[in-house]
T-cell receptor
């Protein structure tokens, strides 16, 4: 059973608009959440993270929101740029799990010029 | 910047061969990980290691083994390659959790094809 789910396999957005990528989790022990971006033929690149003691973390155009009661997190990209086109993975880690990450299946974002 | 280097970008092997995938990191990270990535399944953990000569099974260890003789190097071994092991293999490293929450840093991957 997948503990981290990204229910949208793909998302298409116009350049300059907001991209919202969603992620749901089931394990209440998860306390650290991350987003990675992956271009074809490259490894995932760490983008942004959030600890469960926060509900929002912002880094430039990227903001991650965490709703613990709903077990839901989202990544907002504003404004979206064509270079943001990639596959985005959310991941989660549980306390005392030694930095082991559980990944979602990924969402392919396409930003159209 | 963290550098995680995987020895091969593309590899083609035959069924039944023993296959070695090598990974080296240059940031003195305690933790190292091997994943495989398949479409729609995200990244699935095969094995990980918290220290030299230490290894733990991940979610899908069957058909694989690992070796960590030095802190900077973590090898993945396919004992007898099969076609269902055709995949993208990704190595990652991170500082220990004792230093707080830490992201994993990934190499560029090895696309392995088993014929």
């Amino acid at each position: 059973d997948q503990q981290v789910k990204q229910n949208s396999p793909s998302l298409s957005v116009q350049e300059g608009r907001i991209s919202i990528l969603n992620c749901d989790y089931t394990n209440s022990m998860f306390d650290y959440f991350l987003w990675y971006k992956k271009y074809p033929a490259e490894g995932p690149t760490f983008l942004i993270s959030i600890s469960s003691i926060k509900d929002k973390n912002e880094d430039g155009r990227f903001t991650v929101f965490l709703n613990k009661s709903a077990k839901h997190l989202s990544l907002h990209i504003v404004p979206s740029q064509p270079g943001d086109s990639a596959v985005y993975f959310c991941a989660a880690s549980a306390k005392n799990a030694g930095n082991m990450l559980t990944f979602g299946g990924g969402t392919r974002l396409m930003v159209k010029p | 910047d963290v550098k995680v280097t995987q020895s091969s970008r593309y590899l083609v092997k035959r069924t039944g061969e023993k296959v070695f995938l090598e990974c080296v990191q240059d940031m003195d990270h305690e933790n190292m990980f091997w994943y495989r990535q398949d479409p729609g399944l995200g990244l699935r953990l095969i094995y990980f290691s918290y220290d030299v000569k230490m290894k733990e099974k991940g979610d899908i260890p069957e058909g694989y083994s690992v070796s960590r003789e030095k802190k900077e190097r973590f090898s993945l071994i396919l004992e007898s390659a099969s076609t269902n092991q055709t995949s993208m293999y990704l190595c990652a490293s991170s500082l220990s959790q004792g230093r707080g929450n830490q992201p994993q840093h990934f190499g560029d991957g090895t696309r392995l094809s088993i014929l």
